[in-house]
């Protein structure tokens, strides 16, 4: 059973930085990444890391956020940046596992102007 805890959102100040956590059950040596949704909108991409270690980012956090992992804990990280009131979501830890996907339970980040 694939089990991702996410961790380390909370309250921050425009401008302000914040690290995400997931911790994952199975090794993060795959297809892995972070989305958030904010109330009344969709899930969006933050970023993704691929098994071979190739990130990607949509412009909306392009240069702010970076996203990585530690093998030997099995976890991966967010590193956000340069926060802005437009970042406030729930954030998912996703990770792709052939033929399925799987989702944590989100951690809340809100960013205050």
């Known amino acids: 059973q694939v089990q991702l805890v996410e961790s380390g959102g909370g309250l921050v100040q425009a401008g302000g930085s914040l690290r995400l956590s997931c911790a994952a059950s199975v090794s993060t040596i795959n297809d892995m990444g972070w989305y958030r949704q904010a109330p009344g909108n969709p899930r969006e991409l933050v970023a993704t890391?691929?098994?071979?270690?190739?990130?990607f980012y949509p412009l909306s956090v392009k240069g702010r956020f970076a996203i990585s992992r530690d093998n030997a804990k099995n976890t991966l990280y967010l590193q956000m940046n340069d926060l802005k009131p437009e970042d406030s979501a729930v954030y998912y830890c996703?990770?792709?596992?052939?033929?399925?996907?799987?989702w944590g339970q989100g951690t809340q980040v809100t960013v205050s102007s």
């Open positions: 996703n990770l792709r596992l052939f033929p399925n996907a799987y």
């Open positions: 890391l691929s098994s071979g270690g190739t990130p």
